[in-house]
């Protein structure tokens, strides 16, 4: 190769790499947006006039708006490329997260978080869209677990420097400086993303595509998966995103910034765990076996969480009127990393399906991480109202390991 092929090809990397961390800076406001409430709820609710619990059901619009936004951004990719999407997307970011910080009451929340969940449905997708089209199979392995550890940084700014931010501004502030990051982002979209042609690779209408995902879905091999995917996620999301807060505030008696602190210890538990995870699967190599049992661990740490609350077992075999908040600390720290075992699902799809649908089959398994994360955002708002925050923990863990259940039913010992 030519010292000017070598110089050009060099450009190119460094031109892709620039394009690959804007779009991922935008997966980042993604999951800050998605992490504002857990530690502003009381606030949030308070300012409504409403009760935390109906609160936290209504932060379930923005899950069902991303997990039924996601395949006809997906189109959309197909039909009008990378760059114009994300632009479109981020526009729409900026003025989700303007009504958010507007809002003056349930409804107008709700609005907000609609036109946020749709906004950000395709924040993941954008990078990993563009990386799949230029990057070697190799390469773009590497690539998709950097562009997650960009976008979970997003969860750590919403930890501690968003607890900081609530007590000295208020809990719209969050909302504020997003809206103005999505704008630093688009800009950075602008200047650095390729507009590549549009590759029409599926003609077919969006409701035709989500019809064929829900049939994949459902058949029987990947059944399993589907079924844990519904609880996997879920309980991440729910618990750092909504519960873990009020948790540690309202039973531990923690300060706004010490949960914060608590929380932005799980979050880099849950950026390293899925590295941790890629190279035990590799070197063990009985994925379903480590997906099976990570997901029963979490399950076994966050029934132990609970039942360390105020006259619950935990606390009472250890003579305390309630665990200390460092037991908590543990225990966030081992489920974020029992609970990164969630990517190997996807790994496990690939296997299960022929390649022409694979496509479609990571759709599946896609759609139902955040449609799961929208139902039990919902349900544990319920269950909250009803029971407390204890039974909260306790329902999230019963369900993964119905969860687990319903996976190791589904998939046999050569998957």
């Known amino acids: 190769m030519s010292v000017v092929a070598r110089e050009e090809a060099g450009h190119g990397t460094r031109a892709l790499i620039f394009a690959l961390v804007a779009l991922a800076c935008g997966h980042m406001l993604s999951t800050l947006l998605r992490t504002i409430p857990a530690l502003s709820l009381d606030l949030m609710a308070a300012d ?12 379930s619009v923005y899950h069902f708006a991303f997990a039924a936004s996601q395949i006809p951004v997906g189109a959309a990719m197909d039909r009008f490329g990378v760059r114009p999407v994300s632009l479109s997307l981020l526009a729409g970011t900026v003025i989700g997260a303007i009504a958010s910080g507007f809002a003056t009451g349930p409804a107008s929340f709700a609005f907000g978080q609609l036109l946020l969940g749709i906004a950000t449905s395709g924040m993941l997708m954008c990078p990993m869209t563009l990386a799949a089209k230029q990057l070697s199979a190799a390469r773009f392995g590497l690539w998709s677990g950097a562009i997650l550890s960009i976008g979970n940084i997003g969860m750590l700014l919403s930890a501690s420097p968003l607890a900081f931010v609530v007590d000295a501004y208020g809990w719209r502030a969050g909302f504020w400086i997003a809206a103005a990051g999505g704008i630093a982002v688009a800009l950075a979209v602008f200047a650095l993303v390729p507009n590549q042609p549009a590759e ?37 999301l729910v618990l750092r995103g909504l519960w873990g807060g009020p948790w540690l505030m309202q039973v531990k008696g923690l300060t706004r910034v010490e949960a914060g602190n608590q929380l932005g210890a799980y979050t880099l538990a849950m950026i390293a765990g899925p590295l941790c995870m890629g190279m035990i699967d590799r070197r063990v190599g009985r994925r379903r076996e480590l997906v ?34 460092q ?89």
């Open 327 to 415: 037991y908590d600390l543990t225990l966030f720290v081992l489920i974020g990393l029992a609970s990164s075992a969630q990517p190997l699902l996807f790994g496990m799809c690939r296997q299960l399906v022929d390649a022409q649908v694979a496509g479609k089959a990571l759709a599946a398994v896609n759609l139902a991480f955040f449609l799961g994360t929208a139902l039990m955002q919902s349900l544990t708002g319920a269950v909250a109202a009803f029971a407390g925050l204890p039974a909260v923990l306790l329902f999230m863990a019963a369900a993964l390991l119905v969860g687990v259940m319903i996976f190791l039913t589904y998939t046999s010992s050569h998957s």
């Open 292 to 325: 099976a049992g990570a997901h029963a661990v979490a399950a076994l740490l966050v029934l132990l969480m609970a039942l360390g609350a105020p006259h619950y077992a935990v606390a009472w075999l250890f003579g305390v009127p309630v665990m200390p908040p």
């Open 200 to 236: 029409h690779k599926d003609d077919s209408s969006p409701l035709s595509q989500m019809i064929e995902v829900l049939r994949l879905g459902l058949s029987r091999p990947l059944r399993g998966l589907i079924a844990l995917a519904l609880v996997s996620l879920a309980t991440s």
């Open 48 to 59: 409504f006039r409403i009760e935390p619990q109906v609160l936290a059901s209504l932060t």
